[in-house]
Nanobody, 125 residues
Framework: QVQLVESGGGLVQAGGSLRLSCAAS????????MAWFRQAPGKEREVVSA????????YYTDSVKGRFIISRENAKDTVYLQMNRVKPEDTAVYFC??????????????????WGQGTQVTVSS
């Protein structure tokens, strides 16, 4: 069983920065690929970024490439999402998710079995 707790959301002005953290309660965090998803009002959930078990491989959706950075510290059981040059369209609830144990990085939400409660990010223009 994996428990995930996100933090770091809030209100930020367009062009600013924010760092989301996701702390995992799990026996071996490094066994799990991790990802950040987001869901804006009236829209479907979408994958924002994902990272492989050892952090060597990452994925970013086109709209955040060059602005967001995903990273993980396996020694601290934590994954991060550094959000830079944020835009109003980044406003959403952001969810941390853990994939299936020993699996490779994936962007398919069906392969993410564990989810945090979400943290609200609001970008003002």
């Amino acid at each position: 069983q994996v428990q995930l707790v996100e933090s770091g959301g809030g209100l930020v002005q367009a062009g600013g920065s924010l760092r989301l953290s996701c702390a995992a309660s799990v026996y071996d965090f490094s066994d799990y690929p991790m990802a950040w998803f987001r869901q804006a009002p009236g829209k479907e959930r979408e994958v924002v970024s994902a990272i492989s078990r050892n952090g060597a491989s990452t994925y970013y959706t086109d709209s955040v490439k060059g602005r967001f950075i995903i990273s993980r510290e396996n020694a601290k059981d934590t994954v991060y999402l550094q959000m830079n040059r944020v835009k109003p369209e980044d406003t959403a609830v952001y969810f941390c998710a853990a994939g299936r144990q020993y699996y490779d990085l994936t962007t398919d939400a069906r392969y993410y079995n564990y989810w945090g409660q979400g943290t609200q990010v609001t970008v003002s223009s």
